[in-house]
Structures are given as structure tokens and as C-alpha cells.
């Protein structure tokens, strides 16, 4: 019996050694499991992490572009003051005044002379850029136009072209009018982007925003036989929405095609050479298409 008794024991005792065994291999094994998986989902995180990114969709990427515009106007009224004279000239029509194409448009010493776009953009959260811009706008009085006249003229040669409430603009001895060096509006917005098509080396991209700034055009205004006035005058401000579609190749060229609304009111538009209180004011809704090219690239490296 006592010998029975000792085998039993030494069985026992062997059964629980083998049972503690394996749940400690098993622990062992499973915890091996556990590390070998944060290892491996810590490496694809850092590997996603070095991955180059979509354009024009990570913080920290940048793009410039530059490009071509051509521009439509609603009807204005336009007030000039100034020493003996005070009226409004009601439904003026204007026109861009489009550089015809040719070298001029690829000549860095010509840039100016063309309808041009500049933009600089800096994303500052993921696909949200802060961009900064220059659209140079001309716009040109229609000459051969009758329009609305209110107020008085205390020169009489002048007084006398207005006939019956109006003023007939044609031979140019009243008036010409145009900003054409340019409607220049410098200006500052904010562009939500998504991606639309993603291809090996070829992006969709489309953007949405607005944006506000300030008129600083070169007037060209030649009122009742004086001087021409031609100087370049903060005269206002401005504010447009706007929206593109960009096809980015190879992760960095891209071609942008943009169309923008908005408003201009100006309000010191410079009419004289001199210091006098000569000015005029008016205000308007524009309409803008433009298109050119551009680089993006990125601030941070990735493989």
C-alpha cells in the first residue's frame, strides 16, 4: 500500500511538472507572437511614414505655377471728382485686352506685357493650402459707347458733350479709361484639395477656395484733354472664389485650369499725374479663366 501510495505521488507530481511545462512554453510562445506583431506593425508604420505622398495633398508640400487669363467684366458706374467738375457715368462696358499669342508669352523679359497668373501655395494641414497670388487683369473702356451722365461739369467745352442726359464717349476728347498695366489683384486664399484619379505617374487633382486682396493697377485715364494719368496706386480692394483641376505627371509637373469669380471695388483710382484731389471710383463683378503650368515638390524627404 505505502508503495502504491509513493507511485501515486511521483505520477502526480510528474503530470503537474509537464502541465506547468507547457503553459509556460504556451505563455512563452504567445508573448513572442505579441512582440513579433508590434514589431512588424511599427515597421509599416514607418514605412508608410517614409512613403512619398500624393501631390498637392500632405502638410509641407509646396507648388508654384504660372499661367495665362482671359477676363469679362459687368457693366460699372464709374464717379469722377475733382476741381470744377463732380458726376457719374452710369453702365460703362469694358473689355480684357488679350496680347495676341506669340514668343511674348515665353520671353521672361515680356512676362508683364500678357494677361499672366502667379501662385505660390504652402499646404499648412493636409490637403489645405495657403496660397498667394498675383492675376493680372487688364481691363479697357469700350470707346464707341453713349452712356448715362449725372452731376455737373463747370467747363463749358465739356459740359457742352453732354447731350440729353448722356455722353457720347467715340472721339476720346471726353474721356479713356483703362487699367492695362495692368487690374493688377494681389491676393491671399485658402484651396481645399482632393485627389480624383490616382495612376502610376499621373494625378487628378481638383481644388476648391477663396480668396481677398487689394487693386493695385496701373490706370491709364485721360478725362478732359489733361495729362495722362499712368502710375501704379493702391486703389482698393478685391475678393474672388475660385476652383481648378490640376493633372499632376510624375509626381511633380503639373498643368492647372482655374476659373474665379468676384468683386472689385476701387475707390482711388488715381485720374492725374499731380498731387490734386482728382480721383475716380467705381466697382464691379469679374469673371476669370486661366491656365498654365507649374512644380510641386515637397519640404520633408521621403523614399
Known amino acids: 500500500m505505502k508503495k502504491l501510495l509513493v507511485v501515486g505521488l511521483m505520477m502526480s507530481n510528474f503530470v503537474f511538472a509537464q502541465n506547468t511545462k507547457n503553459d509556460t512554453v504556451q505563455y512563452n510562445r504567445s508573448v513572442e507572437e505579441d512582440l513579433a506583431y508590434v514589431s512588424s506593425e511599427k515597421q ?9 505622398p500624393l501631390p498637392l495633398s500632405k502638410k509641407g508640400q509646396v507648388f508654384l ?8 467684366y459687368s457693366n460699372s458706374d464709374i464717379h469722377f471728382s475733382g476741381n ?24 521672361p523679359s515680356w512676362f508683364t506685357v500678357t494677361q499672366y ?30 452712356v448715362g ?11 457742352g458733350m453732354v447731350e440729353n442726359g448722356q455722353v457720347n464717349l467715340a472721339d476720346e476728347k471726353f474721356l479713356t479709361f483703362e487699367h492695362t498695366d495692368g487690374l493688377n489683384y494681389e491676393n491671399l486664399g485658402l484651396e481645399k484639395y482632393k485627389n480624383l484619379v490616382h495612376k502610376k505617374n499621373i494625378d487628378l487633382v481638383w481644388s476648391y477656395g477663396a480668396g481677398i486682396g487689394f487693386m493695385f493697377p496701373k490706370s491709364n485715364v485721360k478725362l478732359f484733354g489733361n495729362e495722362r494719368s499712368d502710375r501704379f496706386h493702391v486703389a482698393g480692394l478685391g475678393t474672388d472664389i475660385r476652383s481648378s483641376l490640376n493633372l499632376v505627371f510624375w509626381k511633380n509637373w ?10 472689385i471695388n476701387m475707390w482711388d483710382i488715381k485720374t492725374t499725374l499731380n ?3 482728382d480721383k475716380a471710383r467705381q466697382d464691379f463683378v469679374f469673371g476669370q479663366v486661366l491656365a498654365g503650368v507649374g512644380y510641386t515638390f515637397n519640404t520633408k524627404k521621403y523614399k
Do not use: C
Request: net charge positive; charged share 25%; aromatic share 16%.
Open 254 to 263: 503639373m498643368i492647372r485650369v482655374e476659373g474665379k469669380a468676384g468683386y
Open 65 to 72: 505655377f504660372y499661367g495665362w487669363n482671359r477676363a469679362a
Open 275 to 277: 498731387n490734386k484731389p
Open 149 to 159: 451722365f449725372k452731376g455737373h461739369i463747370s467747363d463749358p467745352q465739356y459740359a
Open 44 to 52: 509599416e508604420i514607418k514605412a508608410a511614414k517614409k512613403e512619398k
Open 117 to 146: 497668373n502667379f501662385r505660390i501655395g504652402y499646404f499648412i494641414k493636409d490637403n489645405l493650402a495657403l496660397v498667394l497670388g498675383i492675376d493680372h487683369m487688364k481691363y479697357v473702356m469700350d470707346q464707341n459707347q453713349t
Open 84 to 107: 470744377g467738375y463732380d458726376f457719374q457715368l452710369n453702365n460703362v462696358t469694358a473689355q480684357d485686352r488679350p496680347t495676341k499669342f506669340g514668343i511674348v508669352y515665353f520671353d
